[in-house]
């Protein structure tokens, strides 16, 4: 099967320090991976290489076969290649549901910026509100953005990227800063879009047990190298793994987070 993504020697350096170096890799459509590695691995760099919010100094993102070197993070996303919203594109004063309709409404605008062929408002409602189910948000629909738990902030986000309809979903630590009650409900949510058989996704995560729970496949960044690639088991199997990473940090990371 054709990788829907892959990359070609992929590397960003910030002055003297290579970030993310050299990482070959590619992932079938419809497939959950997950990104493992000690803080400052390179894994949001590798995603913001990605999603376009920056240019590599060597190497290439190819979606579908298609070079996305000239291709800006919008551009991208037009294609089907999405970046989880930070809160900073969550509107705070108004409510989960305007937030999620402005997104679907956002993707209409970007499909079709040229026809002006937006969706019926009550339309965009409908699929707003399906999302916000999706995301297990029902019954918060007309609650204040600002006034959400942390977890249920996060949900909100998925529930904006998941409106903007692309093919791939970059998932950014989506249990950052929640407390251990949330966690749950968010394995839920990745487990349901999962289950729509709809998406690829990519996921970064220090939550050893819910990457296991949730992911066909694991790689391996440590030092901006890919370290290694393959099933959950055959990473947990995995010498090289264990001495850079599971045996070493990765008790230290799972205390952080
Ligand atoms: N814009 C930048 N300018 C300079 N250095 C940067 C920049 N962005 C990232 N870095 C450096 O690149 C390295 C990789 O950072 P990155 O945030 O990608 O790691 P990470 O694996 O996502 O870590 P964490 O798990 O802590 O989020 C770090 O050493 C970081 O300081």
Redesign the pocket.
Known sequence: MEPIIRTENLTIR??G?T?VSHVNFEMPPRHLKSII?P????????FNLLSGELKPTEGDVFFKGESMASLSAVARTRKGLGRSFQITNVFPNLTVLENVRLAVQSKEKIRYQMARHFLHYKQMIEEAEKLIALVLLDGKEHAIASQLSHGEKRKLEIAMLLALDTEVLLLDEPTAGMSLEEVPAILDVIRKIKQTGEKTILL?E?KMDMILDLSDSIMV?FN?KLLADGSPQEIMDNETVQNAYLGGLYDENLAES
């Open positions: 910030f002055g320090h970030a590695g803080n400052g691995a390179g894994k949001t760099t590798f970064i220090h960044l901006g």
